[in-house]
Antibody
Framework: QVHLVESGGGVVQPGRSLRLSCAAS????????FHWVRQTPAKGLEWLAF????????YYPDSVEGRFTISRDNAKNTLFLQMDTLTTDDTAVYYC??????????????????WGRGTTVTVSS | DIQLTQSPSLLSASVGDRVTIICRAS??????LAWYQKKGGEAPKLLIF???ILQSGVPSRFSGSGFGTEFSLAITGLQPDDVATYYC?????????FGPGTKVDI
């Protein structure tokens, strides 16, 4: 069975850091790219970061660029999200998601086809 | 950046109804649109990608259509298990964008 399991969430004070992990199983981890996405009641689903199969390409939205860092360990089938200088606005449920590399009529598509159940991050003093 | 809007934001219907959710993109995205279902404390679930391709294992009462800037998700024969929030997404590798969501209840 294909699974992604996030961990590392918790309660943290503003200005501090937190590192999330995402353990993968049931598929060949190194052959997929991945994303981190968070959900808040106010903003719904918000994309946070992308990392390519080999870890050499990483992309972020402006809202977290410079504060969040995505990385991966292909030997341990694990994805990470390092979050620094956290603010109360970062309070959310954080999900990792697999980038599904699909080809339809010679056109590539990249839906997020497998998701974890999420880990909750609460930033509060 | 491409912006996505959804309508309605809240949809209340009866079991067995056919319901439709609209997603509009701020610029043309061909057929590069996906739909997800999000229930309470569960993981988001991919329903549709490439605007109209049903993800494996998703019930056939779900269908997607559209191209360019206007897309729709239809549920034909609404079931109690379909109570959820539905999100459209432009799944660009470089800057994926989600719509604000449509909450469906019975």
């Amino acid at each position: 069975q294909v699974h992604l399991v996030e961990s590392g969430g918790g309660v943290v004070q503003p200005g501090r850091s937190l590192r999330l992990s995402c353990a993968a199983s049931g598929f060949t981890f190194r052959t997929y790219s991945f994303h981190w996405v968070r959900q808040t009641p106010a903003k719904g689903l918000e994309w946070l970061a992308f990392i390519s199969k080999d870890g050499n390409n990483k992309y972020y939205p402006d809202s977290v660029e410079g504060r969040f860092t995505i990385s991966r360990d292909n030997a341990k089938n694990t994805l990470f999200l390092q979050m620094d200088t956290l603010t109360t606005d970062d309070t959310a449920v954080y999900y990792c998601a697999r980038d599904g590399d699909r080809w339809i009529d010679y056109v590539p598509y990249h839906p997020m086809d497998v998701w974890g159940r999420g880990t909750t991050v609460t930033v509060s003093s | 950046d491409i912006q996505l809007t959804q309508s309605p934001s809240l949809l209340s219907a009866s079991v067995g109804d056919r319901v439709t959710i609209i997603c509009r993109a701020s610029q043309g995205i061909a057929s590069d649109l996906a739909w997800y279902q999000k229930k309470g404390g569960e993981a988001p679930k991919l329903l549709i990608f490439a605007a109209s391709i049903l993800q494996s294992g998703v019930p056939s009462r779900f269908s997607g259509s559209g191209f360019g800037t206007e897309f729709s998700l239809a549920i034909t024969g609404l079931q109690p298990d379909d109570v959820a929030t539905y999100y459209c997404q432009h799944p660009s590798t470089y800057r994926p964008t989600f719509g604000p969501g449509t909450k469906v209840d019975i």
